[in-house]
């Protein structure tokens, strides 16, 4: 990849062999890998870019409203991070993440590897995304959620019908691999997902739901005993 710093961003930290467009802000003790790009402009300003001369890199940055970046930050090579999106500090991501424009993430949040922010996504504080979720339009995800592998969210329940309703995860809910979120659905407050489960309802807090359709199995403090007495058992 061809290393390219727009001359209207501000780096405090550190910059591989990165594309960093636009008016994108970079606080101190980040560190961009090589093969990312931060600021890339929304779709409707490239067909522009397109329509009226050559596309280039110069011109991109041109358009780009850039990007935020907060401090001590790791964004690992293949991101792509698009304008107006907004990153707290001390974020990780894995590789080859998506962050599309407007999304939102905030302070000490994990974002594995192959995640896919796809549309305006806010993700709070304290948040572990494991590798390959999916997140659409709307999605938005409060603090200290954990996020096990390959969960899908959804977001129209009739596609491809344009009339979008987004998940809304509280705080310190559990979703486990696999699972399918169904549009629209609230999981509450320290609600846990069963691995392979599909959700068509609403979750109450401290509920522990699982099974295809979800239903209710136990309580969150049941789990939670359940979790403690697997960590302290011996080795088999």
């Keep these: 990849m061809t290393r390219f710093i727009s001359c209207n961003a501000i780096i405090n930290g550190v910059v591989g062999d990165a594309i960093i467009l636009g008016k994108t802000e970079i606080a ?19 067909k522009i870019i397109r329509a009226v001369g050559e596309f280039s890199l110069e011109e991109s940055s041109k358009v780009s409203n850039g990007v935020r970046i907060g401090r001590e930050c790791i964004i690992r090579s293949g991101t792509v991070i698009y304008e107006d999106a907004v990153i707290g500090s001390h974020v990780r991501t894995g590789h080859n993440v998506l962050i599309r424009e407007g999304s939102t993430i905030g302070d000490n949040s ?44 959804t977001n ?17 809910a559990i979703i486990c691999a696999n699972a399918t979120i169904l549009p629209g659905i609230h999981i509450g407050r320290r609600a846990v997902i069963g691995a392979g ?10 509920t522990v739901v699982f099974g295809n359709p979800a239903r209710s199995r136990m ?18």
């Design 110 to 153: 994990l974002i594995g590897t192959g995640v896919i922010l796809d549309g305006t996504v806010r993700i709070g504080n304290d948040v572990k995304i494991q590798s390959n979720v999916y997140l659409p339009h709307l999605t938005v995800i409060e603090d200290d959620v954990f996020i096990a592998p390959n969960v899908c969210f």
């Design 197 to 206: 489960s599909v959700v068509t309802k609403d979750v109450p807090d401290n």
């Design 28 to 46: 101190d003790g980040t560190i961009i890998e090589g093969n990312v790009i931060i600021g890339h402009p929304i779709e409707r300003k490239m």
């Design 219 to 236: 309580t969150r403090e049941e789990y939670d005993r359940r979790r403690r007495k697997w960590q302290i058992a011996k080795d088999f």
């Design 156 to 172: 129209d329940p009739y596609p491809p019908s344009g009339r979008l309703i987004g998940v809304k995860v509280e705080d310190e």
